[in-house]
């Protein structure tokens, strides 16, 4: 089935200023493309590569409102986002992008993705039984031509991004995979994180995970608030790069057996925070049903 990429008309408006840009523009041209069509053909292209199935063959530009109101984005903005839509006019995927010339902080991937990712699951979460927060595929496309996305901290959400679940692709092939920075026996580097003890070494680059805890023994893990506290002026951006962390940690937790302990935000009172308490509710019922189908074999096998 052959599909059509619907991108925002700010992208549109941003790879032209980009591309009036020289240096940019060189950076364009030593990858091969030479204008800003050509930049959106790429982009397809990429997409098309990382997964041959999705046969996108054009593309639609949209403006950000239409945007929000088809992928059902009850958030505050859709502007670094759209969609991939198959010939019968049904959403597949959603498509985020990171600017050509990004100068904000190095949390650009939370702020840019998951407002959109919160906005569609409080609109979809009373009708989904996917216990995921995306309730469909999510493809992110960096556009981004400055040295911040060189950064070991932008690095890292990628990879955290990833984990989640969301597909990345880079039109300049930047590398960001050795952040993870661990090898296998035949001393290979490791370019994915699969378990959540491993999720746990990777947060502890700075020598703490800020995150969560995890107790092996009683198969616990703990949600830490300490980065809310310390935030307190603006909880919502805080969660948003919170979410990149512990969001791939839950459904770890829950394909591991673990059992989700959120009680040191239960004083937070948040719309976006309870949200995110509300799918920790959904893993630990999973866990409970798990626990009791296994003590009914137990017991069954004592009998």
Known sequence: MERCLVIPQDLIDKLNRAYADAPTRGRWTAIGVNNVNEMIQRVIDELNLKNPKLLIRNHRVENSTNIRYRVENSGTTSKFGGYIENNKGNIDALFFYIEPNVSSANDFLSRYVMPSILGIYKSVEKRTKDLHINNMPVYIVSLCSTSRIGND???????????????????????????????????????????????????????????????????????????????????????????????????????????????????????????????????????????????????????
């Open 153 to 303: 901290s932008v690095k890292r959400t990628i990879i955290c991004a990833e984990t989640m679940g969301f597909d990345y692709v880079d039109v300049f092939n930047n590398s960001y995979k050795e952040v993870i920075n661990r090898f296998d026996v035949n001393g290979n580097p490791i370019t994915t994180i699969e378990t959540l003890q491993e999720l746990d070494y990777f947060l502890k680059y700075s020598g703490t995970n800020e995150y969560f805890n995890l107790d092996t023994v009683t198969k616990t893990m703990t949600i830490l608030s300490g980065r809310f506290t310390a935030n307190n002026s603006n909880v919502t951006a805080e969660l948003y790069r919170y979410v990149l962390r512990v969001i791939p940690a839950s459904y770890m937790a829950s394909n591991e057996g673990y059992k989700i302990d959120a009680t040191s935000l239960s004083t937070i009172n948040n719309d976006s925070v309870k949200l995110i308490k509300n799918i920790w509710k959904n893993f630990n019922i999973k866990w409970r049903r798990k626990n009791y189908a296994n003590n009914i074999l137990r017991c069954s096998g004592n009998g």
